[in-house]
């Protein structure tokens, strides 16, 4: 009898535990489910686990997650890609629950079992997954469907294709903000595998409807997709149609929306090109590092660096190097703080001295005369220093007395015994203007040293 009973033993084990009042048991008979799916083999599996899943998922949030999680592993459990379609229905009741992390989790092993499913699979089952949680009467169902639509779309029919775009411009104008953020995060996922002549047509207008959203926290997931977007367009379409949008956002009226400009806007540069960088982002950017609102300038500072790399040292020089001035005597700590753990990123920029124009060159040194007090002695000692003293080796006048000045301004910072030797140097020099500039400066360290 007890051999009869065995097959059983592992199903009766599960439903005994699911049923038991301490979470914790019903805790582990989830995290068991592999185990007891292998006992049952592929078939049962399939024919009795699955479902009883499927009808038992009124449980704690914490139950529900570990489900969600082990069900996205679970394709080689009921028998390889051929049956994965059986596993859609328990995660798409999971989708709809209250429990955001629930649902997260829910959605992103939909994702991981539709990215295997075949493509007729794809079209019988998994589209229609999509279609119903896209029409659900809660909302919770509308906002898990937004993050399906990228996995559907490639595998779907034309006239299939077209419903899913539809669809998905209905979802960006739903009634609840909730779902409209959640069509806003996704749409760069989603915009990513639709086709080009759609892309610039349909996808567009409903970036344009986002953008408009009367609530900042669907504008400020629409800038997300400023930079996605971005990346897909020809540069020309990505001038006409994304950056006037993240130029404006830069001067929304929510500091939430700038500050997410701030973090996105570096990559933008690459996709619209260099002219469009140097007339339009570099002003936003600017501006974003002069905000009036403390978070802003934190997230502009952090990128600092990053936006400098991709920028021409001279636009650098000009126009971010002076913010970089302000910030580093900014109000704000963490302003402060921010720009100090991107700063020392900023040597290389100026490191790049060896510019056979002499107007470069002496540019560079001004912005070293500029950001050695913010970069600090060390940073100072050890990577601009070295620059400027290569410079007096300089065959242009105007480039060694100009070392001179810069000497000159970094004694207050630095041991003099670093700076005096180089101008001792250039009090030797030729010429008569090199020499009256270093003797000018070799002064000022004497009264530096007489006042110490």
Sequence with gaps: MAMVDEPLYPIAVLIDELKNEDIQLRLNSIRRLSTIARALGEERTRKELIPFLSENNDDEDEVLLAMAEELGVFIPYVGGVEHAHVLLPPLETLSTVEET??????????CRIGAQMKENDIVDYFIAVVKRLAAGEWFTARVSSCGLFHIAYPSATDPLKTELRTIYGQLCQDDMPMVRRAAASNLGKFAATVEQSHLKTEIMSIFDDLTQDDQDSVRLLAVEGCAALGKLLEPQDCVAHILPVIVNFSQDKSWRVRYMVANQLYELCEAVGPEPTRADLVPAYVRLLRDNEAEVRIAAAGKVTKFCRILSPQLAIQHILPCVKELSSDSSQHVRSALASVIMGMA??????????????????????????????????????????NSSKDRVPNIKFNVAKVLQSLVPILDQSTVKPCLVELSEDPDVDVRYYANQALQACDQIMMSS
Excluded: F, W
Excluded at 367 to 380: K, N, Y
């Design 348 to 389: 290389p920029v100026l490191e790049k001295i060896n510019n056979p124009h002499y107007l470069y060159r002496m540019t560079i040194l001004q912005a070293i005369s500029l950001l050695a007090p913010v970069m600090g002695a060390e940073i100072t000692c050890q990577k601009l220093l070295p620059v400027v003293i």
């Design 101 to 110: 992390c629930v649902r997260d989790k829910a959605v992103e092993s939909l």
